[in-house]
């Protein structure tokens, strides 16, 4: 590699806990701790400490976590399967390892209000993240109709439906 940076695009690598382990395990075996991976994970990475443990054996690992929200009705609303109480418990159990986090947030639900942002930024800071996504909520229209996945924002709030524009 010219680059000590590996970036996994896989939202779901930290799933199957053996695997992932294996994986950085064999990397670290080949090419040593001086690479610095950013993977994404679930908040329910903070109870893998063997992971965690691998992770931090590198010179430097980020993780990028789906925070989403610290409001629970909007965590609630886009069926994220966690409360806020379980992302600060995660956060500060994460802190406890020698592996960053890239807190990633998205704004515009129903139930959040400004004062919610503030506390997000707030929260990004008194837990010194190494980086933060702060993104606008979004969604593809149709996605319930024709997939049967879960939309966050209904097809009747889009202001048009062609796909180009997604």
Not at 25 to 50: D, M, T
Not at 64 to 72: A, R
Not at 97 to 104: A, P
Not at 108 to 119: K, L
């Amino acid at each position: 590699f010219k680059t000590p940076y590996i970036f996994f695009v896989d939202n779901d690598l930290s799933v199957d806990a053996d695997y992932s382990l294996k994986l950085f395990e064999k990397i670290l075996e080949r090419y040593g701790p001086s690479l610095r991976p950013y993977l994404f994970a679930r908040i329910g990475v903070y109870q893998n400490e063997r992971l965690l443990r691998a992770l931090e054996r590198f010179d430097h690992a980020t993780i990028g976590i789906g925070v989403e929200s610290l409001n629970d009705d909007t965590l609630r609303e886009i069926h994220k399967g966690q409360t806020s109480e379980q992302i600060y418990t995660a956060i500060e159990t994460i802190r406890k390892y020698n592996v960053s986090v890239n807190g990633l947030f998205f704004f515009g639900g129903d139930h959040e209000t400004v004062e919610d942002i503030r506390r997000s930024v707030r929260f990004c800071i008194d837990n010194g993240f190494f980086s933060v996504g702060l993104f606008a909520m979004y969604d593809f229209p149709t996605r319930e109709s024709v997939l049967g996945q879960p939309q966050v924002i209904p097809d009747h709030l889009f202001i048009h439906r062609d796909w180009r524009f997604f």
